[in-house]
C-alpha cells in the first residue's frame, strides 16, 4: 500500500500562485508515475499533470505554460501559476505502482476573481 498526503491548498486572488505537495509513504518501490488530478463538483475527475519516475512529464492542454510538475525523493509538487477561477478544484495526488493507482485525500484549490 502506498499511502500520500497531501498540502498547500487554499484560497488565492486569480493572477496568484499556490505550490501543492504530495508525499508518499509505505510501501514506495516501484512506484512508476506520480501525479496531480482535479475534479469539480458532480465533474469527472482529470488529469492536471504527470511526472514519471524517469521525469517525463504530461500536462493538460488547460494548464501548460501556467503548471509545472516535479518531485524530489518521495514527494511530488506542482507548482501552479498564473491561476484562473476555473482552476477552482479539488486536487487529488496519484501514485501509480505495479499497474495499481493510489490516491491521496484531496486538497481545495479556490481561485477567486
Known amino acids: 500500500q502506498v499511502q500520500l498526503v497531501e498540502s498547500g491548498g487554499g484560497l488565492v486572488q486569480a493572477g496568484g500562485s499556490l505550490r501543492l505537495s504530495c508525499a508518499a509513504s509505505?510501501?514506495?518501490?516501484?512506484?512508476?508515475?506520480m501525479g496531480w488530478y482535479r475534479q469539480a463538483p458532480g465533474k469527472q475527475r482529470e488529469l492536471a499533470a504527470t511526472?514519471?519516475?524517469?521525469?517525463n512529464t504530461n500536462y493538460a492542454d488547460s494548464v501548460k505554460g501556467r503548471f509545472t510538475i516535479s518531485k524530489a525523493k518521495n514527494t511530488v509538487y506542482l507548482q501552479m501559476n498564473s491561476l484562473k477561477p476555473e482552476d477552482t478544484d479539488v486536487y487529488y495526488c496519484?501514485?501509480?505502482?505495479?499497474?495499481?493507482?493510489?490516491w491521496g485525500q484531496g486538497t481545495q484549490v479556490t481561485v477567486s476573481s
Open positions: 496519484m501514485a501509480r505502482r505495479f499497474g495499481n493507482d493510489y
Open positions: 509505505g510501501s514506495i518501490f516501484g512506484i512508476s508515475a
Open positions: 511526472i514519471t519516475s524517469d521525469d
